[in-house]
């Protein structure tokens, strides 16, 4: 397949200052000074992967994460985005695991530097992605799956209005053990009668102010 015939990828969103767009190679300085300088934020909360947190998020391991990225975006099984503040690289978030035809489904992953934390970055990525696989990527449903420790995580989707729906007893293989998680999930009805999850944060953020 070739790269951008999957439905909805590649793509340039954008709300405000929060920019997503698919990652280049000139990315990677940023993305492994994001990485490593925040080590002690992202690592609990990551996959276990053998290594050091360095080396495993180092310019020269950027240039893997990037091919890896591109080829599963190609296979239309993925969109990854890197999140931006107009042009300063600050996180992560990827529409994975996608499965069509009956299903139409995919999970949600995402970082963000803590450097920028707490103002709105996460959840307006959050709603930019999910509008575009629902109105773009030809999707119906939306999952992501939390730690019941990560409460930051936790409270972006919940603001957001998932369902938490699931309790998933040692799912993933996190930070050197087998971590229970949270289920949350979406589907297209839910927002389309407001317009669109952007459209519903914009609410929230308006009411909570």
Same mark, same amino acid.
């Given at each position: 397949?070739?790269?951008?015939?999957?439905?909805?990828?590649?793509?340039?969103?954008?709300? *405000?200052? &929060? +920019?997503? =767009?698919?990652?280049?190679?000139?990315?990677? $300085?940023? /993305?492994?000074?994001? @990485?490593? %300088?925040? #080590?002690?934020?992202?690592?609990?909360?990551?996959?276990?992967?053998?290594?050091?947190?360095?080396?495993?998020?180092?310019?020269?391991?950027?240039?893997?994460?990037?091919?890896?990225?591109?080829?599963?975006?190609?296979?239309?099984?993925?969109?990854?985005?890197?999140?931006?503040?107009?042009?300063?690289?600050?996180?992560?978030?990827?529409? *994975?695991? &996608? +499965?069509? =035809?009956?299903?139409?489904?995919?999970?949600? $992953?995402? /970082?963000?530097?803590? @450097?920028? %934390?707490? #103002?709105?970055?996460?959840?307006?990525?959050?709603?930019?992605?999910?509008?575009?696989?629902?109105?773009?990527?030809?999707?119906?449903?939306?999952?992501?799956?939390?730690?019941?420790?990560?409460?930051?995580?936790?409270?972006?989707?919940?603001?957001?209005?998932?369902?938490?729906?699931?309790?998933?007893?040692?799912?993933?293989?996190?930070? *050197?053990?087998?971590?229970?998680?949270?289920?949350?999930?979406?589907?297209?009805?839910?927002?389309?009668?407001?317009?669109?999850?952007?459209?519903?944060?914009?609410?929230?953020?308006?009411?909570?102010?």
């Amino acid at each position: 397949m070739p790269f951008g015939a999957a439905p909805g990828w590649p793509a340039v969103l954008r709300d *405000g200052p &929060v +920019v997503l =767009r698919p990652y280049r190679r000139s990315d990677a $300085g940023a /993305w492994s000074e994001v @990485r490593r %300088a925040n #080590r002690a934020w992202l690592a609990p909360w990551e996959p276990s992967a053998p290594g050091d947190w360095n080396e495993l998020n180092s310019i020269a391991a950027y240039r893997f994460v990037h091919r890896d990225q591109r080829k599963s975006a190609r296979r239309g099984e993925s969109m990854p985005f890197a999140i931006c503040l107009e042009d300063r690289f600050v996180g992560h978030i990827n529409l *994975g695991n &996608v +499965v069509r =035809r009956a299903f139409c489904s995919a999970y949600v $992953g995402y /970082w963000v530097d803590g @450097r920028v %934390a707490g #103002r709105g970055v996460t959840p307006t990525a959050l709603a930019l992605v999910v509008d575009h696989a629902f109105r773009h990527g030809g999707l119906h449903r939306i999952e992501v799956n939390i730690r019941p420790e990560n409460k930051p995580s936790r409270r972006v989707v919940e603001k957001l209005g998932f369902r938490e729906e699931a309790y998933h007893p040692r799912y993933m293989h996190i930070d *050197g053990a087998w971590r229970d998680h949270i289920g949350y999930a979406m589907t297209s009805e839910e927002v389309a009668a407001e317009g669109g999850l952007l459209a519903r944060w914009h609410r929230v953020r308006t009411t909570a102010s």
